[in-house]
């Protein structure tokens, strides 16, 4: 699969587990994790062109997709990542919360999506 097709697949993912969380089905929301999950590792095992692939996404006209897609770069870019999760982190509601945590990890020193 091409790394474009593996953006989309986690693009497209992400999205329909947001939307699952809203309607109130955590086992679909969890199949869809499952999914981005997977197409997020393929990336990632692509290395540095995996990556350079996802930063499409922090352009996202979607929350859910840029905070996503932030949150498993920040080790890789870390300044563009960290603002647009500081920039989500901003508002109420889950994503933002998502972004919050996030950020929370790394400065923790806790953060693990993406070890290198």
């Known amino acids: 699969m091409k ?10 993912n992400v999205a329909a587990q947001t939307e699952a969380i809203w309607r109130g089905d955590p086992k679909r929301g969890n199949k869809h994790a499952r999914k981005y999950g997977a197409a997020v ?13 996802l930063l499409v ?5 979607r929350m859910d997709i840029r905070v996503m897609a932030a949150a498993h770069l920040l080790r890789y870019r870390t300044t563009e990542a960290k603002a647009v999760l500081e920039e989500a982190a901003k508002g109420e509601g889950l994503i933002p919360f998502c972004a ?4 929370k ?3 923790e020193g806790t953060w693990t999506l993406d070890p290198g």
């Open 57 to 61: 996404l922090l352009k996202h006209e």
């Open 100 to 103: 919050q945590q996030a950020l």
């Open 3 to 12: 790394l474009e097709e593996l953006v989309e697949q986690f693009a497209l």
């Open 105 to 107: 990890r790394w400065e």
């Open 41 to 53: 590792d393929k990336l990632l095992a692509h290395g540095d062109a995996g990556r350079d692939a």
